[in-house]
Nanobody, 124 residues
Framework: QLQLVESGGGLVQPGGSLRLSCEVS????????IGWFRQAPGKEREGVSC????????YYADSVKGRFTISRDNFKNTVYLQINSLKPEDTAVYYCAATAFRKCELLRSTYDVWGQGTQVTVSS
């Protein structure tokens, strides 16, 4: 059974950092790209970053470039999202998802399996 489990969310002050983890089971990361999405209250779910299976190329939404870093550890079957310089507008539930596309995109419809999400709240 394919499963993704996010962790690492929490309450953090503006300017702080968090590292989110996405642990996958039931499949190997070697063949799947992983994306991170977020959804703030009353807003659409948006893609923030993804990492491809084919060449580990990475992509970032303009709103997070320079602050977010995605990485993967295939031995641990885990993908990470390092979030620095957090802003209140980063507050959202963060989801990871798996795609069979060799080159990932920040397009929600290309992802097949989703985690349950982890809450990130940025507030002083």
């Amino acid at each position: 059974q394919l499963q993704l489990v996010e962790s690492g969310g929490g309450l953090v002050q503006p300017g702080g950092s968090l590292r989110l983890s996405c642990e996958v089971s039931g499949f190997t990361l070697d063949y799947f790209g992983i994306g991170w999405f977020r959804q703030a209250p009353g807003k659409e779910r948006e893609g923030v970053s993804c990492i491809s299976s084919s060449d580990r190329s990475t992509y970032y939404a303009d709103s997070v470039k320079g602050r977010f870093t995605i990485s993967r550890d295939n031995f641990k079957n885990t993908v990470y999202l390092q979030i620095n310089s957090l802003k209140p507008e980063d507050t959202a539930v963060y989801y990871c998802a798996a795609t069979a596309f060799r080159k990932c995109e920040l397009l929600r419809s290309t992802y097949d399996v989703w985690g349950q999400g982890t809450q990130v709240t940025v507030s002083s």
